[in-house]
């Protein structure tokens, strides 16, 4: 029972350590302290969520302030550093908060340019204190010696490296975007971009421009008399590319790449018909110096109309299922 009663006495003591510990942490030894620039950020964030117009923009903007000159006092008070180098980690907790303050907005606050310039505001804020060396505000400006300038030039360096990077990340990426076709293309032999997914077999904007094309092609030959169907075929170029332009214009307004696609058709004649190869070309950048295009083959024959009036010959056709990719240049035209 005494046992007990000691260990309740323990976790209670335990509790009321970690209580006095938070009271310490959250009250602030004196009125000037970083804890005061945080509890002024935080009555100046619940105060421009009140108000309304330019002084909710006024009272925003020094809430910022109170924030980041808070976290920065904090974290350099006792710096702990980031492992392998001598950047305090206060100076990337607070190179973060300006940057989404600097770049943020209401949409997003996290953005782009928040994420890029980072690294590189937490080394300039990681050097500044180096040309204050009394940490005393009435200080004058030195220049560090020549073995801490070297430090900051490197580490300069290395957070402009990595920023370069992060930004040709979020290039590579809006690319993609713009361009998903660019993902069929083969990544071996890049010595930048790495793919991480398995590669798609065909290009999806270009399989579905010829998907969506197909039925409107049939549509103008099914049923069709065949002498009406050869005359189309003669200006085959015209109204293929016409119904093709359409369908990139509607399926692939959102994309970047509409402009790189081209469609042309291919006439041929076999045995008593002829068969129309519905060409997609790629004209955009590609790992193959000869490009490559998909292709849709539909084959046209002549037929007996069903109409037991009328045993008029019309045209039937009958196209792929599936697109086929060819590596290389598109047949020139006849």
């Not at 580490?155 to 809006?174: E, P, T």
């Not at 099914?222 to 015209?238: H, I, R």
């Not at 129309?276 to 490009?291: A, F, H, Q, R, Y």
Request: hydrophobic letters at 45%; charged letters at 20%.
């Amino acid at each position: 029972m005494d046992l007990l009663f000691k260990d309740l006495i323990g976790s209670f003591k335990f509790l009321q350590d970690i209580l006095l510990g938070i009271r310490k942490f959250l009250t602030p030894d004196r009125a000037y302290s970083w804890q005061t620039f945080i509890y002024l950020s935080i009555f100046s964030l619940v105060s421009s969520y009140l108000a309304v117009g330019f002084v909710k923009d006024i009272i925003a903007f020094f809430g910022w302030m109170f924030l980041i000159a808070g976290t920065a006092w904090y974290t350099t008070d006792d710096p702990l550093r980031v492992p392998g180098t001598f950047m305090p980690v206060g100076a990337l907790i607070t190179g973060f908060l300006i940057s989404i303050f600097a770049f943020g907005h209401e949409e997003s606050i996290i953005t782009t340019k928040s994420i890029v310039l980072w690294p590189t505001l937490s080394a300039i804020i990681t050097t500044i204190p180096e040309f204050f060396p009394g940490r005393n505000p009435q200080t004058k400006l030195q220049f560090p010696k020549l073995q801490v300038r070297q430090k900051l030039i490197i580490l300069v360096a290395w957070c402009l490296l990595i920023s370069c990077w992060l930004q040709f990340y979020f290039v590579v990426d809006k690319w993609l975007k713009e361009y998903p076709s660019l993902l069929a293309d083969n990544f071996q032999k890049s010595a930048f971009v790495i793919r991480v997914e398995e590669k798609s077999k065909l290009p999806q904007n270009g399989s579905t421009i010829l998907n969506k094309l197909q039925p409107l092609i049939e549509e103008q030959i099914v049923t069709k008399p065949w002498a009406e169907v050869e005359k189309w075929l003669l200006d085959a170029n015209q109204h293929v590319g016409s119904l093709g332009n359409q369908v990139i214009e509607k399926n692939l307004a959102k994309f970047a790449e509409r402009g790189l696609w081209r469609i042309e058709p291919r006439v041929t004649n076999v045995n008593s018909g002829y068969r129309l190869d519905i060409l997609n070309i790629w004209t955009g950048p590609s790992e193959s110096k000869v490009g490559f295009y998909l292709r849709k083959s539909c084959l046209i024959q002549p037929t007996s109309s069903n109409n037991q009036n009328n045993k008029a010959v019309v045209a039937d056709i009958e196209c792929d299922r599936l697109s086929k990719l060819v590596i290389g240049a598109p047949p020139p035209q006849q």
